[in-house]
């Protein structure tokens, strides 16, 4: 089992940062993909960015350029920095681990991009 906890959401104000956390526990194997996704209001979850075990990142268009994944593998932590927000950056964020043909996901944690 795997257990992942977000941090980090709160209201921003355009053209604002947030650094969204996710700390992982429990049975990680050595090859796995972890990535953050968002769901805003009456739309699907999308992913956002994601990170492989191997090192290699990729972002969805929409955010290249403005956000950017990182890990602290000491600390078993995803880091998600967004910078230069959009009011359509508004959505619950997850983070997300996949390992072993399976999925493991966070609480989710709210991001508003608001004046």
């Known amino acids: 089992q795997v257990q992942l906890v977000e941090s980090g959401g709160g209201l921003v104000q355009p053209g604002g940062s947030l650094r969204l956390s996710c700390t992982v526990s429990?049975?990680?194997?050595?090859?796995?993909?972890m990535g953050w996704y968002r769901q805003a209001p009456g739309k699907q979850r999308e992913l956002v960015a994601r990170t492989f075990s191997g090192g290699s990142t990729n972002y969805a268009d929409s955010v290249k350029g403005r956000f950017t994944i990182s890990r602290d593998n000491a600390k078993n932590t995803l880091y998600l920095q967004m910078n230069r927000l959009k009011p359509e950056d508004t959505a619950v964020y997850y983070c997300?681990?996949?390992?072993?043909?399976?999925?493991?996901w966070g609480q989710g944690t709210q991001v508003t991009v608001s004046s």
């Open positions: 997300n681990h996949f390992q072993q043909l399976r999925d493991y």
């Open positions: 429990g049975s990680i194997f050595s090859v796995y993909i």
